[in-house]
T-cell receptor, first 114, second 114 residues
Framework: RKEVEQDPGPFNVPEGATVAFNCTYS??????FFWYRQDCRKEPKLLMS???SGNEDGRFTAQLNRASQYISLLIRDSKLSDSATYLC???????????????FGQGTILTVHP | ETGVTQTPRHLVMGMTNKKSLKCEQH?????MYWYKQSAKKPLELMFV???????ENNSVPSRFSPECPNSSHLFLHLHTLQPEDSALYLC?????????????FGPGTRLTVL
């Protein structure tokens, strides 16, 4: 089983649509959770952290279910500029270390068309 | 310069060449990372340096040799690579705290091994 699993897509949606991405992780000791965005031929950039109570940032809503080891990202009112690969990322501080080991999913490709 | 920079941005090398990738972070962070991103695969963590000490080597072949001379600079020395090592090599940095460790990525070096 992959440590972090995502539906690779691609998702093709029209502008204004609502789209949801799901992610599952295998290590129940994972401590921090993120969604990163990666544009074509660019580096990943943090989109938002995911908190246990769920959190929202404008059109983006992230949810975490620790019991099911499941993370989601909802994008409302999609824009053309939302087209990118969305990476689900989990972090584990192994053995009491101060640094976090990030494990990435393979990403979900989103294309928003006019 | 701000953020995380990497040089060169593109590199083509033969299997017998020796080259080095350079990463510099201007964020005052105390941890730096090398990742490999191959087509259609998740980002793979290669090495972690925390406080200039290598703390993680993710079963990387010895033909990849990292060096961290200070907290702002990270190198990846390459020698006798194989064509399957062709990939995007990403450097990242973070300021490690107990539970939150957003990583900031450089633009990457796209490496082609002939």
């Amino acid at each position: 089983r992959k440590e972090v699993e995502q539906d690779p897509g691609p998702f093709n949606v029209p502008e204004g649509a609502t789209v949801a991405f799901n992610c599952t992780y295998s290590n129940s000791a994972s401590q921090s959770f993120f969604w990163y965005r990666q544009d074509c031929r660019k580096e990943p950039k943090l989109l938002m952290s995911v908190y246990s109570s769920g959190n929202e940032d404008g059109r983006f809503t992230a949810q975490l279910n620790r019991a099911s080891q499941y993370i989601s990202l909802l994008i409302r009112d999609s824009k053309l500029s939302d087209s990118a690969t969305y990476l689900c990322v989990v972090s584990l501080h192994a053995g009491g270390t101060s640094y976090g080991k990030l494990t990435f999913g393979q990403g979900t490709i989103l294309t928003v068309h006019p | 310069e701000t953020g995380v920079t990497q040089t060169p941005r593109h590199l083509v090398m033969g299997m017998t060449n020796k080259k080095s990738l350079k990463c510099e972070q201007h964020l005052g962070h105390n941890a730096m990372y090398w990742y490999k991103q191959s087509a259609k695969k998740p980002l793979e963590l290669m090495f972690v340096y925390s406080l200039e000490e290598r703390v993680e080597n993710n079963s990387v072949p010895s033909r990849f040799s990292p060096e961290c001379p200070n907290s702002s600079h990270l190198f990846l020395h390459l020698h006798t690579l194989q064509p399957e090592d062709s990939a995007l090599y990403l450097c990242a940095s973070s300021q490690e705290r107990s539970s939150y460790n957003e990583q900031f990525f450089g633009p990457g070096t796209r490496l082609t091994v002939l």
